[in-house]
């Protein structure tokens, strides 16, 4: 079972570990720990209720009626059982909530998974940027969900 909860002190070191585990641009448990009391974040972490440990996260960064969504993150182990899908429409219902009406991202242009799954999350690709990753150098895919 898998328990969803905002981003707190008490979890915000395993969100970092996951962070470092799977992005080569992680953020650092400094910068996570100052999101926490950010009116304009919103950051939500899934925990395995059996081990205890904090499998999956994502974030919002909010600003107005707009949501920029930040490095969606599962734990290898745990991949490709719909835990980003329920994690990302729960992070949505919580945006909605304060007001957010439209979503948008960046990833990584070869991440066909997360392509896959953003398109499924009902995001349309908007455009291109090139060269916007680093580590290894790549273009980004720009989508949007919108408010209809």
Do not use: H, Q
Request: aromatic share 10%.
């Amino acid at each position: 079972m898998f328990v969803y909860e905002k981003m707190n002190d008490e979890n915000v070191s395993g969100i970092a570990e996951l962070e470092k585990a799977n992005f080569t641009d992680g953020w650092s448990l400094d910068s996570l720990k100052e999101e926490i009391d950010n009116p304009n974040a919103l950051y939500l972490a899934v925990k395995d209720d059996t081990s205890k440990e904090i499998i999956a996260c994502a974030g919002l960064m909010i600003s107005f009626d707009t949501a920029d969504v930040m490095n969606v993150s599962v734990k290898e182990d745990y991949r490709r059982k719909n835990i980003a899908f329920n994690l990302l429409n729960k992070l949505f219902d919580e945006g909605r909530k304060i007001g957010v009406k439209d979503f948008t991202l960046e990833v990584r242009a070869g991440n066909n998974p997360a392509r896959k799954l953003y398109e499924k999350l009902g995001f349309v690709l908007e455009g291109m940027r090139p060269g916007f990753y680093s580590n290894p150098k790549e273009d980004a895919a720009i989508y949007w969900l919108k408010n209809n």
